[in-house]
């Protein structure tokens, strides 16, 4: 969906913008987008939103109504507004593919370009990536509580705003859902839209068994009941089983029908329902259930043994309601000298997670023999290694801590990929069933212990010795003028 969002950006970018241009500093640079902690407490996330990043690069200029309103702030002289009116973005991005497993402090994305053209298209990034990958995140927690059960994403009403439910919903599908309710996200994205029917269908006839029929009528092919409009198991449950009687009699039963539950003690109530609709012969009937669920709920339930073989989950994951920001931060990581050499550039904290990982990097995913995720490494660009020899790992923080892979024990796949050079796209989106497809295969690299929704075994995120070695000359060179 191309939109020109040139001017979703906040005010301080284009100010520096005119600073860097009243200055002529306009040197190319280097800046990494990445977060800094796990959503959900969790133990990694979901990385999403690189298509509507690309779109977003592709449709990057200054209308004349643009310079206009930058026009009327009276903050920005004409020369300035003269180079936007002609700006294009000439630079390079790489990045790492949507659905990829990612975790704390690797660059999602990287931006090499003049700083002028890298500072502006900071906020647009971030606020892309980081809704994205926020709700897919939440979303394969979902996925992973429900142990294989169908989860249908349903929250467009509660979601904040139509971009969030739009973009939250292919970010959700992309994460593991089986598909959405959202009809504008299943056409803009190809992706399956599923639902049934509200109470007030139910209420707008004069009995629940008329409703009932009425809409099996019109969608044998489809037919979930909502159960619990009066009484689930005296009325809901009865009348369903009285309806799909009669659709068996007239051979019109088809897979994918059932009974859906929006309140009450789901535990409880599907497990009484599973026993009438089994003793009515309607053993392949479909038990979902929705109300406010989330990964804890659907965990507990199903260790309670619900009945319920489809989840409707809305609220609580198109706000990720209990983390609601995913915290994705933009850093300088490097600016090119004189000599045409990137000089690496670090952020100091006294807050030692903030500090930034300096120079051009990218990342490395090391593997062991079953094809799990073993650790990352973020390396300096250049650096090379071979299968064939020993890898060396450790901890960038208690350095002692450390790992020895032997060759043939251990495979590794370069994860940062190029996206855009000399401002042409040179990277294809898949759609978004095969990114779906691959999230899947990426999530199965993980162990259990790192999937796992409380206290999760953390995945190590290790720097090379050369990068190790860059970042703690500048350490010490900073820390000696400060004191």
């Known amino acids: 969906m191309a939109r ?3 001017l979703l950006t906040d005010l301080y970018e284009l100010t520096m913008m005119q600073g860097y241009f009243k200055t ?58 003269d180079y936007l009116a002609n700006f294009h973005f000439s630079g390079d991005i790489y990045a790492i593919p949507e659905g990829t497993v990612v975790f704390p402090r ?12 890298a500072q502006l298209v900071e906020t647009a990034i971030l606020t892309i990536i980081n809704h994205q990958s926020l709700i897919a995140t939440k979303a394969a927690r979902v996925c992973y509580a429900a142990k294989g059960d169908g989860i249908m994403e349903f929250g467009l009403r509660r979601a904040q705003g139509p971009d969030a439910g739009i973009y939250g919903a292919r970010a959700a599908v992309i994460a593991g859902c089986i598909g959405t309710s959202n009809v504008l996200t299943g056409q803009l994205f190809d992706v399956p ?14 009995d629940e068994y008329t409703a009932f029929k009425t809409y099996a009528d019109l969608y044998p092919g489809a037919c979930i009941l909502l159960v619990d409009t009066y009484d689930t198991l005296r009325s809901g449950v009865p009348n369903a089983i009285k309806v799909f009687t009669e659709m068996r009699e007239a051979g019109v039963l088809h897979k994918g029908y059932g009974i859906r539950l929006d309140s009450g003690d789901l535990a409880y109530l599907t497990k009484k329902a599973r026993k009438m609709l089994d003793a009515a012969g309607f053993t392949d009937a479909v038990i979902s259930a929705s109300s406010d669920l989330d990964e804890y709920l659907i965990d507990s339930l199903k ?65 062991d023999n079953e094809g799990k995720i073993k650790a990352d490494l973020i390396a300096l660009v250049g650096e090379t290694y071979s299968e064939d020899e020993p890898l060396l790992l450790f901890d960038p923080i208690e350095t002692w801590k450390k790992t020895l892979l032997e060759p043939g024990e251990y495979t590794l796949r370069e994860i940062v990929v190029p996206v855009f050079k000399s401002g042409e796209c040179v990277y294809t989106s898949p759609n978004v069933m095969d990114i779906r497809d691959y999230c899947q295969k990426e999530q199965n690299t993980l162990w259990d212990e790192s999937r796992r929704l409380v206290n999760p075994q953390e995945v190590h995120v290790d720097l090379s010795k050369p990068l190790y070695d860059v970042k703690q000359e500048l350490l010490n060179s900073y820390s000696l003028k400060v004191r």
């Not at 690797?106 to 053209?117: D, H």
């Not at 839209?193 to 004069?206: D, L, N, R």
């Not at 989950?313 to 850093?331: H, M, Q």
């Not at 000298?337 to 100091?348: A, C, E, R, S």
């Open 4 to 6: 020109n969002l040139t």
């Open 24 to 81: 002529g500093n306009n040197r190319k640079v280097i800046f990494d987008a990445f977060y800094r902690n796990n959503p959900c407490d969790g133990g990694y996330a979901i990385c999403c939103g690189l298509e509507q990043v690309i779109d977003y690069i592709k449709n990057l200029h200054f209308t004349d109504e643009d310079v206009e309103y930058l026009r009327g702030l009276n903050i920005f002289d004409e020369d300035f507004l």
């Open 106 to 117: 690797e660059p999602l994305i990287k931006v090499i370009a003049p700083i002028m053209e």
């Open 193 to 206: 839209v599923k639902g049934t029917h509200a109470h007030s269908w139910i209420m707008s006839f004069e």
């Open 303 to 367: 260790a309670q043994g619900a009945a319920i073989t489809s989840w409707g989950v809305g609220t609580n994951l198109i706000t990720s309601k209990d983390n609601p920001a995913f915290g994705g931060v933009y850093k300088l990581a490097a600016v090119m000298g004189d000599d045409g050499h990137f000089i690496p550039k670090i952020k100091l904290s006294e807050n030692s997670e903030k500090i930034t990982n300096p120079g051009n990097k990218t990342v490395y995913r090391v593997y």
